[in-house]
């Protein structure tokens, strides 16, 4: 990514380029999981959708989306998460998928509920993103939030963004024909470039 700084050890394995092999290996058969939710999963079904954009707001047709979430009661389907909040068997809260022609990609899914941040306070509803991509020399991580949330507004990891920058993280909210939509394009850099996080 632009402007990061670069470490050279001669105990680590240097980052490559990721190749044009991504799409298609992590894509096989069975592995694009776009539809998260059965009739037996808990909590609003909404659908996420977007399109993945170049410098220059053009769609990047080979993009790879994942996501992955807490169910509607706040909780991970992971083991490290022990709190005392149903765990849904009809939901994992891990989906994958890849960008089509245009860019675009969509996700089945459910609205999560809040989990937390620390001992006093919740992190408003949201929904983690992973963009791999022909090019980068690392996946990109961020996050979806939701537009018409108040919680938003208050939340301590969207707090640290820039101001300025708030809005690439807040999904617009869409009613088509009972259906809710929640729109997201992630722009990988230059104008309106979605904000990043590094771990």
């Known amino acids: ?24 290996c992590l894509l096989r058969a069975g592995a694009d999981t776009p539809t998260l939710i059965t009739p037996a999963t808990q909590g609003e079904r909404i659908r996420i959708a977007g ?13 790879l989306i994942e996501i992955w979430q807490a169910n509607a009661a706040g909780r991970y389907n992971h083991p490290r998460d022990t709190r005392d ?10 989906g ?20 937390p941040f620390d001992g006093e306070r919740t992190q408003a509803a949201h929904i983690c993103l992973a963009v791999f991509g022909r090019g980068l020399l690392n996946h990109l991580y961020t996050r979806l939030y ?13 707090l640290r963004v820039p101001a300025e920058r708030r809005a690439t993280l807040l999904a617009a909210r869409e009613d088509l024909g009972g259906h809710v939509v929640y729109r997201l ?10 904000a990043f996080f590094q771990f």
């Open 51 to 63: 399109r993945v954009l170049d410098g220059d707001g053009v769609g990047v047709p080979d993009a």
């Open 146 to 158: 939701f537009g018409d949330d108040p919680a938003a507004d208050d939340d301590p990891i969207l």
């Open 185 to 194: 394009d992630i722009v990988l850099q230059g104008a309106g470039e979605t």
């Open 85 to 94: 909040l149903p765990l849904d068997p009809a939901f994992t809260g891990f």
């Open 1 to 24: 990514r632009r402007g990061a700084a670069v470490i050279k050890s001669p105990d680590l394995t240097a980052s490559q380029t990721v190749g044009p092999f991504f799409h298609d």
């Open 96 to 115: 994958r998928t890849g960008t089509d022609a245009t860019g675009g990609y969509w996700f089945e899914t459910i609205r999560p509920g809040r989990v």
